[in-house]
Structure formats: C-alpha cells, structure tokens
C-alpha cells in the first residue's frame, strides 16, 4: 500500500513538475533517493533494534531453562529431604518417651531398693539394739557366775548383786528368753532352757554358792547363750554391711543409668527439635521453589510467544520494508531513462499547445 502511494504521488508530482519549466525532474529524482536512503536507515535501526531483542530473548530464555532445570532438582532433592526429616521425627518421637520409660523405670528401682534399704536398716539398727542389750545382760550374768568358785568374793559380790543388780539382771535375762525364745529353741534343749528360765525367775545364789554342778550348768547355758547372740551379731552386722554394699552398687549403677537415660533424651530431643525445624523450613524451601518453578515457566512460555511474534513482525516489516525500496528504486530507474524524458517532452508540448488554445477562446467574442 505505501509503495503504490508513492508510485501514485509521484506520478502526480511529475505531472505538476513537467508544466513548469523552471522545475527540472532532477529534483524529483533527489526526493526519491533521500526516501531510499530513509528506508534504509529505518531497516538498519530496525535490524539493530532485532538483534539486540534477539540476544535478549536468547539470554533470558536460557537462563529460565537453567532455573527451571535447577528448580525441578531442587524440588526433587527437598522432596527426599523432607522424607528423610519426617522419617527421623517419627523415630526420635519413638525413641524419646521410651527413654523416658527406661528412665522412669530405673527411678522406681532405685526408690524400691531405698525404700528397702530404710527398711533393711531400721530392722538391724532394732535387732542390733535389741542384741546388744541382750548381750550386756548375758555378759553381766556370765560374770557373776563365773565367780562362784571364790566362795568369799562372790558372796561379797553376791551381796552387791542382790542388793543394787540382781533384780535387774535377772528381769532382763527374763525378758531375753522371752523375746529370743524362738532362737534359742533351735539351739538349745528344752531341758537347758528350763533351767535358765527356773533360775531368771527365782535365782538361789546360796544354792549355786553349795552346789556346784548346777552353777556349772547355768554358768555353761549362759556362756553358750552369750557367744550364740555375738555369733549373731556378728552375723547380723556382716548381713547389714553387705546389704549396705549392695545398696551402693546398685544405686551407683542406676544411677548412672538414669544420668546416661537423661543425657540421651536431652539429646534426642534436642535432635527432634533440630530435625523439625529443619523440616518446616525444606517445607517452606519446597513450597517457595515450587511457587519460583511456576513463575519460571510461565515466564518462559511468554517469553517465547513475545520473541516468536517479535520475529514474525520483523519478517513483515522487512518483507514491506524491501517492496518500498524496490518500488521508488524502480520509479528513480524510470524517471532516469530515455523514455521518461521523451514522454516529459511531449507532455509539456501538450500542455503549452492546451495553454495557447485557451488563450484563443478567450479572444472569441460570445454570444
């Protein structure tokens, strides 16, 4: 369409140029080619303008093709991470209330055996009271007996006896038959106890002072009663210091099971708390990427749409571009032959010749 504008202007112009002598086609012909090289210089710039939209095209559709690339392995990877944290979460929320368990357990077995142990030694200190007291009577009394062979000190003694501790020497010896009666059955003769419990009621100091035999039997009982109680004792003590050893180790040992137990919770669950958090935020890294992957590649899909459409108009432009310059070229070749100025020459004859005849009608009278 503007090329056949410009064949059509200058057509006309040529007309108008041709009926004035002093207006040579010369300057038509210069017109023309300035409007040459104007379209030419338009089809550089415009060429310079596609290159340089091209280059952008390029760059940035390879940069999106790269981020796309790398967001599609990086949703990939955060995928697997997030698999790996959610796994490691549920195991450590596994794991930590069962320490918490074995903990928990451990403590209930150090507060049954130290609640045993307050039993354990309570019962001793009693036992070990309760044998020592024992102990002193049957001492006290083995003593007095063991004297009856000296006739006048163990009446000097009997005397004291009888006047400030007989009384109660034998109430204590009474009461030892009685509260030890089941011991003393598994190692003593019914026989052997009568004659104890016989004498602690009613001692006879003149008839052991006399009688011989029966002041060796008692004195013998007693003496055999005294070292039962110290073998017991003894025995007793021995059982309390090995109850007391065992209580150490055992407490030594849960309670390093319960620090080691409550170590590893702590960690553990300094590990969970680690672990969620990372997870929440490969969460939030897979839900941004995901969001950028989409931008990406909407972008990237404009993006081609926008240079493929820019190419197609640069095609247009130049095809429409080239028809323009090939027309006014075929006008300045025209204007520029033989036959334009035989037909410029004629024109202006014909155009002289109508501007004589109008001349000569207007002479014409009218009627």
């Given at each position: ?7 059509l ?25 300035e ?7 338009e089809?550089?710039e ?8 091209g ?8 940069e ?9 392995s990086s ?50 200190n ?16 083995v ?5 009856h062979?000296?006739a006048?000190a ?17 109430a ?18 019914p ?24 002041s ?14 110290e ?23 849960k ?48 993006l081609k749409?926008?240079?493929r ?43 002289q ?10 002479l014409?009278?009218?009627?």
């Open positions: 369409m503007r090329a056949s504008l410009l064949v202007s200058l057509s006309l112009v040529s007309s108008s140029l041709v009926s004035l002598e002093n207006r040579p086609v010369s300057k038509v012909v210069n017109i023309l080619k409007m040459v090289e104007q379209l030419e210089k089809a550089k415009d060429e310079d303008v596609y290159q340089q939209m280059c952008w095209c390029t760059t940035n559709e390879d999106k093709t790269q981020a796309i690339a790398n967001g599609e949703i990939n990877e955060l995928t697997a991470k997030i698999e790996e944290l959610t796994a490691n979460s549920a195991r450590l929320n596994t794991e930590i209330p069962n320490l918490g368990k074995e903990v928990a357990k451990n403590e209930e077995a150090m507060d049954s055996a130290t609640a045993l142990r307050k039993k354990q030694l309570a019962e001793f009693a036992e070990e009271k309760d044998m020592l007291q024992t102990l002193t009577s049957l001492k006290g009394a003593t007095a007996l063991s004297k062979h000296e006048a163990f009446l000097q003694t009997s005397e004291t006896l009888h006047e400030m501790e007989v009384a109660s020497m034998m204590s010896l009474q009461s030892m038959l009685h509260r030890h009666e089941h011991i003393l059955a598994e190692k003593f003769t026989k052997q106890l009568k004659v104890v419990s016989l004498f602690a009621a009613s001692p006879d100091i003149a008839l052991l002072q006399t009688n011989a035999p029966a060796g039997e008692i004195f013998g009982i007693l003496k055999a009663m005294k070292e039962e109680f073998t017991n004792l003894a025995s007793s003590q021995k059982e309390e210091k090995e109850n007391l050893n065992g209580y150490e180790e055992l407490k030594a040992a309670t390093d099971e319960i620090a080691a137990g409550q170590e590893m919770i702590n960690t553990k669950s300094e590990e969970l708390a680690d672990t969620d958090e990372k997870n929440e935020q490969a969460k939030q890294d897979l839900e941004n990427t995901r969001a950028t992957l989409e931008a990406d590649t909407k972008f990237l899909a404009e749409e926008t240079c459409n820019a190419d197609q108009e640069y095609e247009e432009r130049s095809k429409t571009r080239q028809m323009e310059i090939g027309a006014v070229s075929k006008a300045l070749s025209f204007l520029n032959s033989d036959e334009a100025h035989a037909l410029f020459a004629k024109s202006l004859s014909f155009l010749m109508s501007s004589q005849l109008r001349s000569a009608a207007q014409l009278p009218k009627f």
